[in-house]
Each structure stands twice: as C-alpha cells, then as structure tokens.
T-cell receptor
Framework: NAGVMQNPRHLVRRRGQEARLRCSPM?????VYWYRQLPEEGLKFMVY????????ESGMPKERFSAEFPKEGPSILRIQQVVRGDSAAYFC??????????FGQGTRLTVV | GESVGLHLPTLSVQEGDNSIINCAYS??????FIWYKQESGKGPQFIID?????DKRQGQRVTVLLNKTVKHLSLQIAATQPGDSAVYFC????????????FGTGTRLTIIP
C-alpha cells in the first residue's frame, strides 16, 4: 500500500508564475489536509478537503491560493502569481474518517 | 487564537540516555494529541498519540504523558539512539479524524554519540 504521494518534490518558480502542487492520498483516504512549513517552524494548517468539497479553508490566504480535491485524481494546491514569501515546504496529510492522518514527503517550493 | 507551544527549542542527549520533550497547549477543548518526528527533508512521521481520556500511553521506547490539569504533554524516549535525532512536534485537535491539527513550533533533538 503506497503512502501519501506528493509531487513534485522540488519546484522552482519565478515571481509571477503559477505553482501546482499535487497530493495523491493513500488508498481509501477521502480526507486531505494541506499544511505549509517555513524553515525552523512548525506546520501551519491551510485547507481541509473531502472529495469535491472544501471543509475548512480558514488557513488559506484570501488571494492567489486555491485547492481542490476532485472525484478522480489527486488533490491540487494552486498558487497563482507566486511571490518570494510563498517559498516554503508544503505538506499534505490524508486519512480515512476517524483514523490517524499520514503525511507525504512534501513539495519544497522556491520562488526566485 | 488557540495554539500549541513547546518549552525548549533544542535538546542534546547522550546516546543511551533517556530524553523528555515537553509541550504546552492552550485549547481546553483539545481531545486528541499526537507526537510527530520530522527528519531533515522529510514529512512528519507519526510516533504516538493519546486521547484526552488517558494520561499515559506507551509504545516501543516511547511514552506520552498527558496532564490535562495544566495542559501539558510530554514525549519520553528511552535509550536514545543516533536515529532519534530529528525535530519533534506535538500537535492536537478537538475532533479526532475530522479536523485540522494545530502544531507546536518543534524541538530539535540531537543525540550525542
């Protein structure tokens, strides 16, 4: 049973470009959480999705950031018009209802 | 807002000794607590968890203690090994399996050979 898969592992974007980060849940997991981590800091919650629905987006910046978890395919975190401050590690975690969450290895976004 | 914080940012322990990592939380509604280990360049790895109806839980070489009175959580690692060197995070939520986790800042544990 494969773990949570995130790709790409590393992503470099120029300021103003778009970044797309993908998260493929473990088999049977219908809940996806996205977190952001700055160097030497803890993980900060961004958004919680279940299939085709956003459950909690209280941690998402109001502009430029969006997330989806379609019926088929991976969850996507999309950052439009990236700025240097978006540089961070982005992790997703997935779970079945009422079970523990498992994290992926993250995508490290660098904006140059 | 509510937050989870750690007392010590760094901890160095001699190989073979026991280590204790502490965590304070402020949300009195927190019901579920987890310790994660994060090695450089990797995602958080589940170590052990505990629900609020317990005050102690043991795993292999690890023990989590929960003191709800003072809102304090600790992770004890017995007989530390070089592979235990990592950053350790506590995290919590109030609705296991259906809610975001709130993470602490982390403690960097270094095992001295």
């Amino acid at each position: 049973n494969a773990g949570v898969m995130q790709n790409p592992r590393h992503l470099v974007r120029r300021r103003g470009q778009e970044a797309r980060l993908r998260c493929s849940p473990m088999k049977g997991h219908s809940h996806v959480y996205w977190y952001r981590q700055l160097p030497e800091e803890g993980l900060k919650f961004m958004v919680y999705l279940q299939k085709e629905n956003i459950i909690d987006e209280s941690g998402m910046p109001k502009e430029r950031f969006s997330a989806e978890f379609p019926k088929e395919g991976p969850s996507i975190l999309r950052i439009q018009q990236v700025v240097r401050g978006d540089s961070a590690a982005y992790f997703c975690a997935t779970q079945r209802q009422n079970t523990e969450a498992f994290f992926g290895q993250g995508t490290r976004l660098t904006v140059v | 807002g509510e937050s989870v914080g750690l007392h010590l940012p760094t901890l160095s322990v001699q190989e073979g000794d026991n280590s204790i990592i502490n965590c304070a939380y402020s949300n009195s509604a927190s019901d579920y607590f987890i310790w994660y280990k994060q090695e450089s360049g990797k995602g958080p790895q589940f170590i052990i968890d505990i629900r609020s109806n317990m005050d102690k839980r043991q795993g292999q070489r690890v023990t989590v203690l929960l003191n709800k009175t003072v809102k304090h959580l600790s992770l004890q690692i017995a007989a530390t090994q070089p592979g235990d060197s990592a950053v350790y995070f506590c995290a919590e939520n109030a609705n296991f399996g259906n809610e975001k986790l709130t993470f602490g800042t982390g403690t960097r544990l270094t095992i001295i050979p």
